[in-house]
């Protein structure tokens, strides 16, 4: 397939820098997270203007638990403060919100916040998907498990019980930061996705960047395997 002009339906991002960008700034690496949640707030409102269908982003994944108490304590509040600040602001721009993961696992007051807040977006036509408690590889086992139900694993039962089942599939990965990983992030949807590594720190990711990457995708050709 030629990628002259080829238009992306769905982007994900792993949002990677937030700590090294405030030690780089001498500051908090509470800090860091809090302008990463400004960087999320911007991307989001500039949705509609890229014309993607679906926006994934990883934000808190299941081996980000064995960070220190405090750090994941700051996480979590800064949840509890987005879902409430910007609930609004996404029905407004008709975005619907869905949760990816063991997001059920959460404290009891955040799975209760998700609840109404993806009840509340439910009717909206782009959507934010955000990855909570989330590895891939046990996506990807709960997807297989509930394949055997249906008596047969094969590509198309397992992909029907993944996370992202009603969603388009992944277009382009993108990763923050400098590293060069999928860190345990959407592997299957990946595996033909493009992929483009940015050096630029999370907090510093822009719409403009967004619309930079998306570009890039443009151009890019998309084989599929063949030639």
């Known amino acids: ?35 990463g949640v400004e960087a999320v707030r911007e991307l989001v409102r500039s949705l509609e203007s890229t014309g993607l269908e679906c926006l994934t982003l990883y934000a808190f994944s299941s081996e980000n638990w064995k960070r220190p108490d405090d750090e994941v304590d700051d996480l979590m509040n800064l949840m509890r403060k987005f879902i409430k600040s910007d609930l609004p602001e996404f029905i407004a721009n008709n975005v619907r919100l869905k949760i990816l993961g063991n997001w059920k696992g ?17 009717k909206g036509t782009r959507t934010l998907a955000v990855a909570l408690n989330y590895g891939s590889q ?31 599939p992944l277009d382009l990965l993108i990763r ?50 063949g030639r």
């Open 1 to 35: 397939m030629s990628g002259e002009g080829q238009r992306a339906r769905h982007v994900a991002i792993i949002m990677d820098g937030n700590g090294r960008w405030a030690k780089r700034k001498h500051l908090p690496r509470a800090m860091g997270h809090q302008r």
């Open 106 to 122: 959460l404290a009891p007051d955040i799975v209760a916040m998700l609840e109404d807040a993806l009840e509340q977006t439910s």
């Open 138 to 168: 046990q996506e990807i086992v709960r997807a297989a498990k509930a394949a055997i139900d249906l008596g047969e694993i094969t590509v198309d039962t397992l992909e029907m019980h993944l996370d992202t089942a009603d969603m388009p």
């Open 176 to 225: 923050t930061s400098g590293e060069v990983r999928l860190s345990n992030f959407l592997l299957w949807q990946a595996a033909y996705a493009e992929m483009l590594f940015v050096d630029t720190l999370w907090p510093d990711f822009t719409p403009a960047h967004l619309e930079q990457a998306l570009e890039n995708f443009a151009n890019r050709e998309r084989r599929y395997g």
